[in-house]
């Protein structure tokens, strides 16, 4: 796709520029020279890899300077990381965010989790994201009110620990670091990935890297939005489940698509089972739970395989890919 090859010259919607297709004031972006918008909540006939919908704009924008693309000092950033570990706050942080995300406290130990302060907002923790490599590349900042913030000058990155692979079992692909830490707390093979539809190409990676390699499951957040519907031209009464009305779900089938199409395997997808929003509120519903009751738990939902429908998703809207891929 050719907006992809000039991505560098993407530049971000703002409160005083907001997205022209969808109104939007983040997530959004569009062309240096104005010609074109991506955005991410409206559908077009062309959808970009890394999530959103290319919409070329009859009407151009008035230029922008596109941002220097942005490189990462893997060293500092492990640095940073390696300092809000070590911070005074840390322990107590740990504890604390533990105790209120009904984790264990040694989990978040080994997610490298620290803690930071903020004159404005107060004490966080830091939660440490890196790419498929396994390089630092920024963290992610919680709150006690669970407010998220990704650290400035950073990168959005994936979670999980050091040696995530080790165990036996399919790799879950789940999304943010607490439902990793709530997986691999009861010995998943997991990953998080940075938002719905992010971080792809980082876990193609990550999982290419690997000599034994196990079955991805994409699991999805039950986190529909039924009052979105009819909101959006492309988001009818009937929509069974996109971007605007079920971000969980559509980023769960988006992301096996992804990882299906760069991997050249069958990855599956499922939404979290047992009625729970994610992975996190299942492991404090069923504690004591082992990774056994988990993919028993997954079992039921675990949808077909996306190499068949591949096909029809490449070339369809969202819609058809939810139906093909035999969801509700
Ligand atoms: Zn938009
Ligand atoms: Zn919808």
Not at 59 to 87: Q, S, T
Not at 125 to 153: H, I, L, N
């Amino acid at each position: 796709m050719v907006y992809e090859r000039t991505a560098s010259k993407w530049v971000r919607v703002s409160a005083s520029e907001p997205c022209s297709i969808c109104g939007q004031k983040r997530y959004c972006t569009r062309t240096a020279d104005g010609t074109a918008a991506k955005c991410m909540k409206v559908e077009s006939g062309t959808s970009v890899k890394t999530g959103g919908w290319v919409h070329k704009l009859d009407d151009p924008l008035p230029e922008r300077v596109a941002p220097p693309p942005r490189k990462i000092d893997y060293e500092l950033w492990r640095n940073r990381c390696a300092e809000a570990y070590r911070h005074k706050l840390a322990g107590k942080v740990r504890a604390e965010e533990a105790e209120r995300l009904g984790l264990s406290p040694g989990i978040l130990d080994r997610l490298y989790v620290g803690a930071g302060v903020d004159a404005k907002h107060g004490v966080y923790s830091t939660w440490p994201q890196r790419d498929g490599k396994a390089r630092f590349v920024g963290y992610c900042r919680r709150f006690s009110d669970g407010t998220k913030m990704s650290e400035k000058g950073g990168k959005q990155g994936l979670f999980y620990l050091l040696h995530w692979y080790l165990s036996a079992g399919p790799l879950f692909v789940v999304e943010g670091g607490s439902d990793v830490a709530a997986l691999a707390g009861i010995g998943a093979v997991t990953i998080g990935r940075f938002s719905n539809v992010g971080g792809a190409d980082m876990i193609a990676t990550a999982w290419n890297g690997l000599t034994k390699k196990p079955q991805i499951v994409v699991v999805g957040e039950m986190d529909e939005k039924p009052h979105k519907r009819g909101t959006l031209k492309s988001c009818k009464l009937d929509c069974p489940g996109c971007s605007n009305c079920w971000p969980g779900k559509y980023g769960a089938i988006h992301t096996a698509v992804q990882l299906s199409s760069a991997l050249g395997v069958d990855v599956r997808w499922a939404m979290c089972p047992d009625g729970c929003k994610d992975a996190r509120e299942w492991a404090s519903k069923n504690r004591g739970a082992s990774v056994i009751d988990w993919i028993e738990d997954m079992k039921g939902g675990v949808n077909v395989k996306v190499s068949q429908a591949r096909q029809l998703l490449m070339s369809g809207t969202m819609e058809s890919e939810v139906r093909a891929l035999g969801g509700p």
